[in-house]
């Protein structure tokens, strides 16, 4: 397993950006597939994105799709969520996860680690 934490998340404006980031640790991170989920305040955690080991793969869920991006960075043991024009509805806490499972998955029970999640608010 690898240790997962996240960071970049805080208060935005209707319309603006943020970058998240998930720094791992260990030797193999290259080897794992990561995703990130969100949960909104009342509601189940639910899927984002994913990327493939190599970082040739992407997947998104149809309502951020066009708007985030999903990225790594083996080199740095690190992977990205840019998040454009964002809205009200993506306020959330976000996670991190990393699976060893070949192929992409939007389900949690697929995922071995996790991180501790960072707060995203968008609000006026």
């Known amino acids: 397993q690898v240790q997962l934490v996240e960071s970049g998340g805080g208060l935005v404006q209707p319309g603006g950006s943020l970058r998240l980031s998930c720094a791992a640790s260990g030797r193999t991170f290259s080897s794992y597939a990561m995703g990130w989920f969100r949960q909104a305040p009342g509601k189940e955690r639910e899927f984002v994105a994913a990327?493939?080991?190599?970082?040739?793969?992407?997947y998104y869920t149809a309502s951020v799709k066009g708007r985030f991006t999903i990225s790594r960075d083996n080199a740095k043991n690190t992977v990205y969520l840019q998040m454009n024009s964002l809205k009200p509805e993506d306020t959330a806490v976000y996670y991190c996860?990393?699976?060893?499972?070949?192929?992409?998955?939007?389900?949690?029970?697929?995922?071995?680690?996790w991180g501790q999640g960072t707060q995203v608010t968008v609000s006026s």
């Open positions: 996860a990393a699976t060893s499972r070949n192929g992409l998955t939007t389900l949690q029970s697929r995922y071995d680690s």
């Open positions: 990327i493939s080991w190599s970082g040739g793969v992407t």
